[in-house]
Nanobody, 121 residues
Framework: QVQLVESGGGLVQAGGSLRLSCAAS????????MGWYRQAPGKQRDLVATIISGGSTNYADSVKGRFTISRDNAKNTVYLQMNSLKPDDTGVYYCNADVFTYGSSYWRDYWGQGTQVTVSS
């Protein structure tokens, strides 16, 4: 019913920047929250940043001051601007959305397939 498509990942040197995008489509009535999570090889998937429809944001301590999450509600799109990238930022970044679909009676989380971010030293 809902699809999330991420883009913007790639290879960058330490200190560089990347901008990730995630567009949601489908039978969407309302998106309450959107966020980014990342997973390094052999590690669990951890929260990077989230943003709710009203604009409030939350960041992992490791990215505060370097990453900025934003969203365009009209386009059902969330962005993650990543500056001053470090090798520890390397991983697969997954988009998440909390969605109420047409005909549904509850909110449900949807996930994208992920986009690879690699930061070299």
């Amino acid at each position: 019913q809902v699809q999330l498509v991420e883009s913007g990942g790639g290879l960058v040197q330490a200190g560089g920047s990347l901008r990730l995008s995630c567009a949601a489509s489908g039978r969407i009535f309302r998106i309450r929250a959107m966020g980014w999570y990342r997973q390094a090889p052999g590690k669990q998937r951890d929260l990077v940043a989230t943003i709710i429809s009203g604009g409030s944001t939350n960041y992992a301590d490791s990215v505060k001051g370097r990453f900025t999450i934003s969203r365009d509600n009209a386009k059902n799109t969330v962005y993650l601007q990543m500056n001053s990238l470090k090798p520890d930022d390397t991983g697969v970044y997954y988009c998440n959305a909390d969605v109420f679909t047409y005909g549904s009676s509850y909110w449900r989380d949807y996930w994208g397939q992920g986009t690879q971010v690699t930061v070299s030293s």
